[in-house]
Every structure is written in C-alpha cells, then in structure tokens.
C-alpha cells in the first residue's frame, strides 16, 4: 500500500479542527463566512489558515468580490491531497471504496466473507483494501474507516454486532495490525449520515434526519450542522419503535415495529407466507409495482408504517428535512404515496412541509460514509498530508 510517512501533524487546536471541518464540507467558502461562522477575526482566521495553505491542504479559490470590498480568494480543500479507504462490513460482505479527501469514490469493490470469523473477516478487508489501493493509485493513503451494524466503542472496539454474532472485538486493531492504516470503526448509520452531511442532497441543511432501509432500520441526526452521536448509538434504538399496535412480530417479539413493519426480511417473509413460495425482495416490489393485490397491500402498509416512523422523527427532533437510504429504499418506488399521504396525516397543518431525499446509491454510499469517518479521524487528529 501507498506509504503514510507523508502524514503529518498540524500543531494546532479545536478551532483549527473546526476550520478544516467546514472548508472540506461547505468549501469553497468565503473568509468572511468562515469568521462569522467560528467567530474568527480576519487576523486569527489568516494565522489559523496559513498551515494548512503551506501544506498544501487548503487551495484558493478564484478572486470574488462583494459590493465595494476587496476582491477576496475563497477557501477550499483539495481534493487529490490524500487518498482514505472505507469499507461497510455486512453479515456477509465487505464493500469498500477509495475517496478523494472529500470522499469522492476513486474506485469500488466487494467481496464475500469466507465466514464471520474475526480473523476472516480482517483477513478480507486487508485484501479488499490493497485491491482497491492498487485500483485507484495517487496520493498516500491516509487512513482506513469501517462501519458496520452495531455498538462500537470510543476506542474501535465492536462491542455488538449482531449480523455478525460478535460481541467485545478489537476490531480498530485488528485492522491496524493487518493494513499499516490509522484505522477507525463506527456504526454504519453514523457513518452514513456524516456522508450525507457531506455530500449529500442536504449537505447545506443545517438539521436533518437520516431514516434508512434494508436488513435492518436505522436513524441518524444531524442538529446544528453536527452528527449526533450518544453512547446509546448502534444499539439499534430506532428499529423497534411501535408504528402498528396489531401488525407482525419482529424477531425480538415486538408487534408492529419499524424492524417488523419496514426491513426487508420481515417484507419478504410476509410475502412468501402470502403466496405460499420463497420470493425475494426485489420481486416483491416487482409484483408491487405490476398490481399484484397481496404485495400492494404489504407495500402500502410497510408505507404507512415508513410515514408513521418519518412523522415521528419529524415531529420529536423538530427537523423538517430526511434523507431516506440504505440497500432497500426501493420500496420508496412503490410505498411513496402510502407513506408521504400518513407523513402529511401525523404532521400539524401548519407545520413546515417535509423535506425528503432519496439516497438510492445503496452498498457506495455505506462505502463512502465509512471513508468520511477516517476523514474526520484524520481532521480530528489533524494528521493531515504533507505538501507536495
């Protein structure tokens, strides 16, 4: 793999982390917004931008000018600085990707885990991580970030991950060990919405949610332009809340919740039980679409429950703007209008309308968020490239 002896510290604090947070997610922006931001005087805004301009992290934008003032050079990141790896690890896979410093997608891979061994599974994100540094060759590959399903500690340690049956692993230095890579774990959803806080369709929303769909439901915030994260985050708290007192049992027994009303294996389940035959996910909606009446039943009410959950997170966190993602949004292609006429029926008349974004990129955008935390990792560190 591409030699990390390039990065190196910046001496600095909080608020430069802070400065380099915003120009790589709002950049190129302006001076003048970034002191009003931080709350920066021009002299301490220069004193604080002039380490990462010498190293070659920050660029100038074209000369702007506003009114009768001088002509000013927004400030951006540069992209090409430093090459990140991220990697999702699912029950049976790893899809992984290399970005850019702002975790644009250089290339893309996947591979089937021989088992959900701890050692196989490092084994094959070390090999799916040198496949793609190999795929995508340039600047130094900075760092490594893996997301899964489940709780993960401060310090990288998977304390649950139920897809994968682990309980109290090592997982951040495992990856070490195997890749030579700064290595940094996070739960797949928190992973996700930093990427959509990134780059995504409200990227220049200042609070939103992230609602996502497939083996299982998940639930992101973002509040104030900031990712929230608790240490209740990944315990899966979001995929059993109740949305129909008399619906099906998710696997834990809960009646009518988001895991049994909205992920995929309850859909599927439901509709082999219906039709008497195995069917797969992506034939349910299939027949959905087509006016099948069983699986148009099944697909408006899982809408219904989807418009019940986004009025919930709506009205309790106060946002009026969600992102919808994850493997099985496609059921948004067939459950939209059961979902957004429930969503229109739990909101108050003159509350602001919803906002809603689809993420339908599916496996990638797990991938890039999970390059978004060892971005942030590094910003945090401020263990960024050394110029060139």
């Given at each position: ?39 920066l005087s021009p002299a301490s805004l220069t004193r604080l931008s002039k380490p990462f ?271 919808l993602a994850g493997e099985g949004i496609t059921l948004w292609d067939v459950a939209a ?52």
């Amino acid at each position: 793999m591409a030699s990390v002896n390039a990065i190196e510290a910046i001496p600095q604090g909080g608020t430069a982390r802070e400065l380099a947070r915003r120009v790589l997610i709002h950049g190129p922006i302006s001076r003048a917004d970034l002191g009003r931001q931080l709350d920066l005087s021009p002299a301490s805004l220069t004193r604080l931008s002039k380490p990462f301009l010498d190293r070659g992290i920050f660029v100038e934008g074209p000369a702007t000018r506003r009114g009768a003032h001088r002509p000013t050079r927004p400030l951006d990141i540069r992209v090409d600085a430093a090459r990140f790896a991220g990697v999702k690890i699912t029950g049976d896979g790893a899809s992984g990707v290399i970005t850019d410093l702002r975790a644009g997608p250089l290339a893309e891979a996947s591979r089937s885990l021989p088992s959900q061994e701890v050692d196989d599974v490092v084994a094959a994100v070390a090999a799916l991580v040198a496949e793609l540094d190999r795929a995508a060759p340039g600047a130094p590959l900075a760092g490594l970030g893996v997301s899964l399903g489940g709780h993960v500690s401060d310090d990288g340690d998977v304390t649950r991950a139920p897809f994968l049956g682990w309980r109290h692993v090592a997982l951040s230095t495992a990856l070490e060990s195997a890749t030579g890579l700064p290595t940094t774990v996070e739960n797949d959803v928190t992973a996700l919405t930093i990427a959509e806080q990134w780059f995504g369709a409200l990227r220049d929303a200042g609070s939103f949610a992230v609602v996502t769909v497939g083996a299982g439901v998940g639930y992101g915030l973002v509040v104030h332009d900031q990712v929230v994260r608790t240490p209740n985050t990944g315990l899966g708290l979001g995929g059993h809340i109740p949305l129909v007192a008399d619906g099906p049992l998710c696997p834990d027994g809960h009646p009518g919740c988001s895991t049994a009303m909205l992920s995929a294996p309850s859909i599927v389940a439901r509709a082999t039980e219906r039709l008497g035959r195995q069917v797969t996910y992506e034939e349910v909606l299939r027949l959905a679409a087509e006016g099948h009446p069983d699986m148009r039943e099944i697909t408006n009410s899982a809408g219904r429950a989807l418009g019940r959950l986004l009025g919930y997170v709506t009205n309790l966190a106060m946002v009026d703007a969600v992102v919808l993602a994850g493997e099985g949004i496609t059921l948004w292609d067939v459950a939209a209008p059961a979902a957004l006429e429930q969503l229109d029926a739990d909101r108050d008349p003159d509350a602001t309308p919803v906002r809603i974004e689809v993420d339908d990129a599916g496996f990638t955008a797990w991938a890039r968020g999970a390059a978004a935390v060892a971005v942030t990792a590094a910003l945090r560190s401020l263990r960024l490239p050394a110029g060139t």
